[in-house]
């Protein structure tokens, strides 16, 4: 499953900044070329791919013990 989840979030970066290169018109002669909607969508989806990565990889470190473990 992690491993979907990190295919699935480099997709959708991708995705996000071909939207976002098309919105800005850098990527000319498409029907979203020049639509700032564009722009702002694919801002969007970065972000959020950039937030599944995150905490698809984030380092999971306990501070303290399990609940009991200080009885044994």
Known sequence: MKVFKNIAGIVIILLGGLWMLQGSDIIPGMAM??????????????????????????PTTRLHGMPGDDLL
Do not use: C
């Open 33 to 58: 070329s020049g639509n700032k909607e564009w722009l702002v969508i694919g801002l969007m989806l970065v972000i959020f791919g950039l937030g599944l990565l995150y905490q698809n990889n984030r």
